[in-house]
Structure formats: C-alpha cells, structure tokens
C-alpha cells in the first residue's frame, strides 16, 4: 500500500544552519504531497503542498519539490530560526483516496541559538 | 487561519469515567477526522466522517466512538476511560472533493489515571 517515510530525528542545528529533512513515499498514480508542522502543545498546521510532479511548494522560507522520478518530497530551509523548532510531518494523499491522509512518522527539529 | 476548535485541551481524569471529547470547526466542511498521536509523534485515523449521520471507523482499532448530527460539531466519546486510552487526540476537517489539506484542531492532551 501506499506509505512515507522520513529521516529519523532528531534533526539539531544551529540557528541559520541549512535545513533539509528527506521525505520519501511509495504509492499508485500520482498523490499529492503535504508537509505539516506541529509546535510544541498544538496540532498540525500545513506548511506547504505540492499536487503535481515538479511543483514547489513554498511557505515560510520552507520550500519542497515534488519528484516524480526519485519519489521525494524534501523540506529544505536556507537559514532555520530557534522558532522553527517543532516536529515536522511529510504526508500523502492517494490519487485513489484523496480524503485519505497518510503520514510519516515526524521528525523532531532542535534549533539552537 | 483555520477555525476548528477541541475542547477541553488537557483532561486528566479517572478510570472507570465516562469522557467526551469536543470537536467544533465552523468552515462547513463536510468531512471530519479523529487522529490519535502517541507519545512517539506517530499518528492514527480512529474514526472519519463525510457528513452527517456518517461515521466510519479508521486504521486504528479505537473502543471509542463518535457521532455526527451536525455538520460542524465531531465529539469523540469514551464510555469507560483506561490508562491505556492515554494520548494526545486531534481533530481534523476538510472541503469537498480533490486534493485539499486536512485543516487540524489543537488537540486534546487526556491523561487516565
């Protein structure tokens, strides 16, 4: 079936360090493709989506792009801030079931200042 | 800014009680969502709604329960809580058909003792 899979935190960096965070997935057809945020003691925000090969998606200086050849959905940040410091979640939507949400497991980001 | 509301935040409370949880979103989407997320981030669908007097059970086996008489309001609802039932549970809505994002409530932290 189909399924993500994230890099395993936690991701620490220093503030204004680069930033990615690799997300990868296996599925039929052509899902879309979301990267939540969830802070500490709140729920998930979405941050960014893509919902066709080669689209960017872009929020917040976060960008992702999806890649239909490689299967990715990278988050990359050029400089992060103590703020960015939450958990992140790459997710998709099958193209069979697009009320469906399938997530990966999160990855925890420490920024430090 | 999304508009859907969980009440209460945290609740600590015994075994044995009965417990509902509240979910309100106020954007008329038709479908709602229960996620249960433990304590290793990871997230499970319990329970799904495409409007109302339809519920339908998720990935995750839940003894909880949930009801949808009208289109904005989602509760969650456990007749006898254990320590077991102890977790973190967000609820989550969206529009239509196609592929939107699920928009998330700020979830509510239950602690059985």
């Known amino acids: 079936g189909d399924s993500v899979t994230q890099m395993e935190g936690p991701v620490t960096l220093s503030e204004e360090a680069f930033l990615t965070i690799n997300c990868t997935y296996t599925?039929?057809?052509?899902?879309?493709l979301f990267w939540y945020v969830q802070y500490p003691g709140e729920g998930l925000q979405l941050l960014l989506k893509?919902?066709?090969?080669?689209d960017k998606g872009s929020n917040k200086g976060f960008e992702a792009t999806y890649r239909k050849e490689t299967t990715s959905f990278h988050l990359e940040k050029g400089s992060v801030q103590v703020s960015d410091s939450a958990v992140y979640f790459c997710?998709?939507?099958?193209?069979?079931?697009?009320?469906?949400?399938?997530f990966g497991t999160g990855t925890r980001l420490q920024v430090f200042p | 800014e999304a508009d859907i509301y969980q009440t209460p935040r945290y609740l600590v409370i015994g075994t044995g009680k009965k417990i509902t949880l509240e979910c309100s979103q106020t954007?008329?989407?038709?479908?709602m969502y229960w996620y249960q997320q433990d304590p290793g981030m990871e997230l499970h669908l319990i329970h799904y709604?495409?409007?109302?007097?339809?519920?339908e059970k998720g990935d995750l086996s839940s003894e909880s329960t949930v009801s949808r008489i009208r289109t904005e309001h989602f509760p969650l609802t456990l007749e006898s809580a254990r320590p077991s039932h102890t977790s973190q549970y967000l609820c989550a809505s969206r529009r239509g058909e196609g592929p939107y994002e699920q928009y998330f409530g700020p979830g509510t932290r239950l602690t059985v003792t």
């Open positions: 599925a039929t057809g052509y899902p879309s």
């Open positions: 954007m008329g989407h038709d479908k």
């Open positions: 893509a919902t066709k090969a080669d």
């Open positions: 709604s495409y409007g109302v007097n339809s519920t």
């Open positions: 997710a998709l939507s099958p193209s069979y079931n697009t009320d469906k949400l399938i």
